[in-house]
């Protein structure tokens, strides 16, 4: 799927993306449209018992990653602990 709006990968797999423009910064709710996939399912089982996934995002040539705190409803998650960094190329 073409987006222009951020993609977002948990352990190098797509997870959904971003709705709404530039993807997140800061802390706090944000929407999110999740891809049926590998991706999606391995953040959530993680969050569900009890982890913190780790997940990344790239834009405008940085490299933003971001921890999932929780997902209070479908299609919303609440993020922390961002890094922004240089984005390195695969």
Known sequence: MA???????????????FVGGDGPRSAGSYRYEPYRGPGHYEMQTLLRAGG???????????RVDFSVAGCPEYGVLDLCDFKCGPHEPS
């Open 3 to 17: 987006t222009t709006e951020p993609e977002f990968y948990f352990d190098g797999m797509a997870v959904g993306y």
């Open 52 to 62: 913190t996934p780790r997940c990344s995002y790239n834009a405008e040539g940085e």
